[in-house]
């Protein structure tokens, strides 16, 4: 309903002339998305909540700089991302890598995982924050390991191996999961 009562332009040019209501209204029309997209950087909710917040301030504070060029929740988004790496960074004095060889397991026809997306980003939290960085940047920002590695001041070298490793490590770990709710472990 408040989409079709206050368009997004709207929203828009009333968070620029600094009112709390509009503010408020991009807020709820914003936040459940990109609390997801937290909580897939995030270690837990409470870190998630922070980075949202954190993020939304920030998109308040420099909402003229939207030039109106690509959608506006994929300028949103790419704030909430930056701001994950910047908390991630601002509380880590260097990020946790994988640091042991996973040996790599391929997929076959017959996996298919029946999990839900919940369970999925908790095996994911479980990552290094590094790892689950890289993992995040590349499989849901469509970043390049070459992108990557520019935006966390890494080698590409090192993005891609994490990447590779933290995908069998997630496989492995949804596979765990798999056969304890079919009751096999």
Known sequence: MERELFPE???????????RHYQELLYRRFAPVMYGVCLSYAKDREQAMDILHDAFLKIF????????????????????????????????????????????TEDTD????????????????????????IFNLYTLEGMSHYEIAEKLNISVGTS???????????????RELIKKKDGLS
């Open 110 to 133: 017959e996996e298919k995982p029946d999990i839900g997306l919940n369970e999925l980003l908790e095996q994911v939290a479980r990552l290094p924050e590094g790892a689950r960085m």
């Open 9 to 19: 332009e709207e929203i828009i040019e009333g968070c620029k002339k600094g009112k």
């Open 160 to 174: 891609k191996s994490q990447f590779s490793r933290a995908k069998s490590m997630l496989r492995t770990w949804v």
């Open 61 to 104: 504070r420099n909402i003229d700089t939207y030039k109106k060029q690509g959608s506006f929740e994929g300028w949103i988004r790419r704030i909430v991302t930056n701001t994950a790496i910047d908390h991630t960074r601002k509380n880590s004095k260097t990020f946790q890598f994988i640091t042991n060889d996973i040996p790599d």
